[in-house]
């Protein structure tokens, strides 16, 4: 028989990678507010000191900007780990990030390809990012040639998704 707590273990799991996936999210859809919701007000990004290093909500401003000057862009998660400890956590999650760029006539293809490292705390009743370690494992550029213009999918709240999803902080 599943105790009560077993089955606070799975929401509390369920809550956090709910938070990882809104995480990419956000920054695929430039969505600012939603990415600021993810983090503790007090939280800390560690993307190394080349990329962004501060406060959490800060590193969602940073990357927004940052995609603001790419034509696409596209973040995935998987093999989500997350350890469990009361009202704290800690995960790892691993994460491809894939961006188009035009370098004059040349399309070009960044791929990063990484895990996050997370410290989770709930407060209030509500999980939280406290600190994020983002650890660079490879990645490439290289030119690409695009098959057709991709022209559905917007990085805005036009997004089709937006007419589906509520989530919104």
Known sequence: MTTTTEWQ?????????????LYCR???????????????EDGFADYGAAVYQGNGRGVIDHICAQHRHTLHHSH???NIIIDLDG??????????ATLRVRRGEQ??????WGRYID?????????????????????DVRDVTAMYEHDIGRRDGTDPSYSVLRHRP
């Open 87 to 96: 009202d704290r956590a800690g995960s790892e999650s691993y994460v491809t």
């Open 119 to 139: 410290s989770w705390s709930r407060r209030n009743g509500l999980w939280g990012l406290d600190r994020r370690l983002s650890v660079r494992d490879f990645d």
């Open 76 to 78: 995935q998660v998987s």
């Open 9 to 21: 273990a799975v929401a509390d799991r369920q809550a956090i990678a709910e938070l990882i996936y």
């Open 107 to 112: 399309l070009k293809q960044m791929s990063i």
């Open 26 to 40: 956000s920054v695929d859809r430039l969505d600012i507010p939603l990415g600021h919701s993810i983090w503790h």
